[in-house]
């Protein structure tokens, strides 16, 4: 078991960066324009935030029929996923602070008005002024590997810095870094499913900030473009289909696969958000697809909203998912034995 702490790297130190990923205009067009926004000030960050970065550096794994899946994360990325291997082939097309295999949330800050997802947004990985280089925005709080089982916590930074634009759109956070967190807890080759990966994260809204409306990008995943074919896996037949580009959200898990159906990525939520008492209803959670042809990249993600007039609570939301990995075949078998124990 490997650990380590802010705490452990305050003892150990007394002293104490254009759109360079692809989410162009449309993702958001398709995606955030479902909601609303609004300006918020946000509070100073505290010591601990601004404390030295943590170490983020960690590999995890587990065999998978004849290969290992290789999970790696990185300093730079403040312990988000840059790199997930398994039979020869990279799956997470990892570039700048946003392509990764990472969590993210947005929220309308209490006001009518259109919603641009981008320009409140905490972002597990970092900031998009963090680009190519090694530091990320993001505190990464505590590391926890061994073996096949991974854990973080970090406090996420804002995409936009003050002062920055999305589509023209200002950002409307105050800092660079924000006041939420998140905890993931990944381990792979659960529940005697070797190509399964249990994915659970927690997004902490601080208290002190006025939302009517929380969107909870739970997990996303950036891919080579040689995943080509989009298809929705349905869990009451079991049987896959073809999908198209969209963009945008549907309610069927999807899965990505090379064409010669080698190589698949699924993901898959058995569950409903667990939200704060208080808390309305959470969305049932959507799943999106996208293909970004300038890029070379292709996008998934599983993402669930919640929404009140009156304002949103703070609290710790969470969700559940699996992430499978493999041959196609592989990929559906795993989802349909998941559909069966969840």
Not at 80 to 106: C, K, P, T, V, Y
Request: hydrophobic share 40%.
């Amino acid at each position: 078991m490997v650990a380590m702490t802010c705490i452990d790297r305050l003892a150990q130190n007394e002293n104490l960066m254009g759109r360079p990923f692809g989410r162009p205009a449309y993702f958001w067009s398709a995606w955030s324009l479902l909601n609303r926004r609004f300006f918020l000030a946000m509070p100073a960050l505290s010591p601990l935030a601004m404390a030295a970065p943590l170490s983020g550096e960690s590999s995890i794994r587990g065999m998978a029929g004849s290969s290992e899946i290789v999970i790696t994360t990185t300093t730079r990325l403040a312990g988000a996923i840059h790199s997930l291997r398994w039979n020869e082939m990279e799956f997470i097309d990892s570039a700048d602070h946003g392509r990764q295999l990472q969590s993210a949330s947005s929220f309308d800050l209490a006001k009518p008005g259109p919603f641009w997802a981008e320009c409140y947004n905490p972002t597990e990985a970092g900031s998009r002024r963090d680009g190519a280089g090694d530091r990320s925005t993001s505190r990464l709080h505590s590391i926890d590997f061994a073996k096949n089982k991974l854990s973080t916590r970090s406090t996420m930074a804002f995409w936009l810095n003050p002062g920055e634009r999305s589509e023209g759109r200002p950002a409307l956070n105050q800092t660079d870094l924000s006041r939420h967190h998140l905890e993931k807890k990944v381990a792979i080759g659960m529940l005697g499913l070797p190509h399964a990966i249990d994915y659970q994260v927690t997004f902490h809204v601080p208290p002190g900030e006025r939302h009517t409306m929380g969107q909870f990008e739970a997990l996303t995943g950036y891919m080579p473009s040689v995943f080509n074919r989009f298809l929705t896996w349905n869990r009451s037949t079991g049987k896959t289909a073809p999908l198209d580009d969209g963009p945008g959200e549907q309610t069927l898990p999807v899965i990505f696969t090379m064409r010669e159906e080698t190589h698949a990525m699924g993901i898959f939520t058995p569950e409903n958000p667990q939200i704060p008492n208080g808390a309305p209803k959470a969305s049932r959670p959507s799943y999106g697809r996208f293909r970004f042809l300038r890029e070379k990249v292709v996008k998934w993600n599983c993402v669930f909203r919640v929404s009140d007039p009156a304002g949103i609570p703070s609290g710790a939301y969470s969700l559940r998912m699996f992430v499978a990995v493999g041959s196609l075949n592989q990929v559906t078998e795993t989802l349909a034995a998941l559909a069966k124990r969840t």
